[in-house]
């Protein structure tokens, strides 16, 4: 009798911790919109506005990372100023930038115009800049499907940390070929670079964690082509079961064929996509134009329409 007894309050027990770690719908849902990234300490020292303060890898006269001050009105210079940390501007040109909730940034190398201030070989390596002392150092080296060509200069395209899984995504499309897609994604620990999963064979741009579905996933924007496709994360942030098709541009905006190369969510749970043109080569910046796009994921049809 006694047995029996422990049997059933430890199958009770087994029963209630499973129900207390599973997550309500509402809180599913909340990935991906409610923001946990903070502000490295190293701004207010620097006596920036954190209000007014963002980083940017775009200015054409600085290379690398960078962060600016805006003007306390839309348009207004005034008080707009610059900083920029002798580590930031070693490593050649940079692009996608993400934030972590200690106010860590993590950034990575995108070449711009020629390949002279990006090696080749340097692609693929993801860079951390510290929250509290702003020294910017390699994070992490990913592993390449092949080495860099003439046809395909590129390596990481995009970057996002998960508030969720505190767990940091990387797409890259180094090794990729003209007509073979090689590229990865890759799911890295922050705390020490380590890879603790991979998804191969995706070419990907854009990419963001969320959870408007009622599933946890992972949405990336083909480099390829104009759609938009997630796939399934497991609790301690791995890829789990096959990609899907969510979206497409296709025949969206003014030029047609945009790529996502950003995707976030807003407030609502609306997906906003930063669609641009790409094409595997190096256009001018001043030459790329960018269209935001927004849908919205209807419940009962199970799929995203287009908003505008």
Known sequence: MKSK???????????????????????IADIGIIPCQRQPAFIKELGFDPARSAFST????MQGLV????????????????WQDPSWKQFGHLGPITTDHNGNV???????????????????????????????KPL????????????????LLGLY????????????????????????????????????????GRDA???????????KRLFFGSSRTSEVYSIELTKEGRFTGSARKELSLDL???????????????????????GVEFNFNLTAPTEKQETIYRFRYDPEEKKWDFVQ
């Open 252 to 274: 969206l905006g003014p030029r047609g064929d945009d790529k996502a190369r950003r995707i976030r969510f807003d407030k609502n749970g609306d997906m906003m996509i930063f």
């Open 161 to 200: 940390f998960d508030c969720h899984g505190k767990k940091l995504y990387a797409s890259s499309v180094a090794g990729s070929t003209r007509n073979q897609e090689k590229g990865k994604l890759f799911a890295v620990d922050p705390a020490n670079g380590k890879v603790i999963d991979e998804l191969t």
């Open 106 to 136: 993590y950034t990575a190398p995108v070449p711009v115009i020629n390949v002279l201030d990006n090696l080749p070989g340097k692609q693929n390596i993801i860079y951390r800049v510290d929250g509290k002392t702003g020294s910017m």
């Open 5 to 27: 007894l422990v049997g059933i309050f430890s199958l009770l027990l087994l029963v209630f911790t499973g129900c207390a770690e599973k997550m309500t719908e509402e809180e």
């Open 58 to 61: 775009s200015e054409k006269r």
């Open 205 to 215: 741009l854009g990419i963001c964690v969320g959870g408007i579905t009622g599933e």
């Open 140 to 155: 992490t080296d990913l592993p390449a499907a092949g080495k860099p060509t003439e046809e395909n200069p590129f390596g």
């Open 67 to 82: 962060l600016i001050q805006l003007g306390p009105g839309p348009g207004d210079s005034t008080g707009k100023k610059y």
